[in-house]
């Protein structure tokens, strides 16, 4: 993925599976998606209040993207 991009294919799939829907269907959507890191935000949504908070979908897709550029997170 680019790094352009990385943001809102990231964005796209925590909002797909934060509305229920699996990570292969995230991966139908962005097939440049990187499923290792879906099911690192797959067990994180999971673990997450009913209805989060824009901070919690901000603060998700940071450690994604930091993982994503070999940063400890």
Known sequence: MAKSNNRKILTGCIDLMIAGNSIEQCMEKYPEAD??????????????????RQEFKSELLNKLLKKMEGQKV
């Open 35 to 52: 499923e290792s890191l879906l099911k690192v935000a797959e067990l994180m949504i999971k673990d997450r209040p009913k209805n989060p």
